[in-house]
């Protein structure tokens, strides 16, 4: 079992949906969680990190963290065609540096105008 | 200073030969990372440095790869003996280590190596 697990997808929305994007983890030790954008054939960007549980939002996004339930997720409001791209949940490998990342596979999203 | 910066951006190479790539941070950030990306996977670590020391590596990191950053500042990834299965995207990110703890990594947009 990977220790971080994410649903490849394909996921397919209608423009204005709201997206849900979820990860699940096994090591309990992980308490900072991340989320990336990666477009076709470019470097991943960070567009949220929280820690601990509950919820962080920044716009038309918000993160959301069940620690008791090692759940992760990720919701997108109003989505756009120009959110079409690859999320990828991660979190510091414990005992690791804060960089070295354990990643999710990526979920694959399309937003359909 | 615009980001990360990675070249090449695309490497096409034979089985069996040499390849560098090189990896230029954001000026002012101490760490900086390398991960290999397959289609279809999330990246995978390899390597990072602090500043000009090699502090980790991963079980990934075979001998036919080596990483340097000789003046703590850009960094090259050399695969010796390339082979098929070394195809992939490779991924340079940094991130500054302060007294107020790390800073989120930036990434890079990659070198992406094709072995034929």
């Known amino acids: 079992q990977k220790e971080v697990e994410q649903d490849p997808g394909p996921l397919s929305v209608p423009e204005g949906a709201i997206v849900s994007l979820n990860c699940t983890y096994s090591n309990s030790a992980f308490q900072y969680f991340m989320w990336y954008r990666q477009y076709s054939r470019k470097g991943p960007e960070l567009l949220m990190y929280t820690y601990s549980s509950g919820n962080k939002e920044d716009g038309r996004f918000t993160a959301q963290v069940d620690k008791s339930s090692k759940y992760i997720s990720l919701f997108i409001r109003d989505s756009q065609p120009s959110d079409s791209a690859t999320y990828l949940c991660?979190?510091?490998?414990?005992?690791?540096?804060?960089?070295?990342?354990?990643f999710g596979k990526g979920t694959k999203l399309s937003v359909k105008p | 200073d615009t980001g990360v910066s990675q070249n090449p951006r695309h490497k096409i190479t034979k089985r069996g030969q040499n390849v560098t790539f090189r990896c230029d941070p954001i000026?002012?950030?101490?760490?900086l990372y390398w991960y290999r990306q397959t289609l279809g996977q999330g990246p995978e670590f390899l390597t990072y440095f602090q500043n000009e020391a090699q502090l980790e590596k991963s079980r990934l990191l075979s001998d036919r790869f080596s990483a340097e950053r000789p003046k703590g500042s850009f960094s090259t990834l050399e695969i010796q003996r390339t082979e098929q299965g070394d195809s992939a995207m490779y991924l340079c990110?940094?991130?500054?280590?302060?007294?107020?703890?790390?800073?989120?990594?930036?990434f890079g947009q990659g070198t992406r190596l094709t072995v034929v």
């Open positions: 990110a940094s991130s500054f280590l302060g007294g107020d703890g790390n800073t989120e990594a930036f």
């Open positions: 000026s002012e950030h101490n760490r």
């Open positions: 991660a979190s510091p490998n414990y005992g690791g540096s804060q960089g070295n990342l354990i």
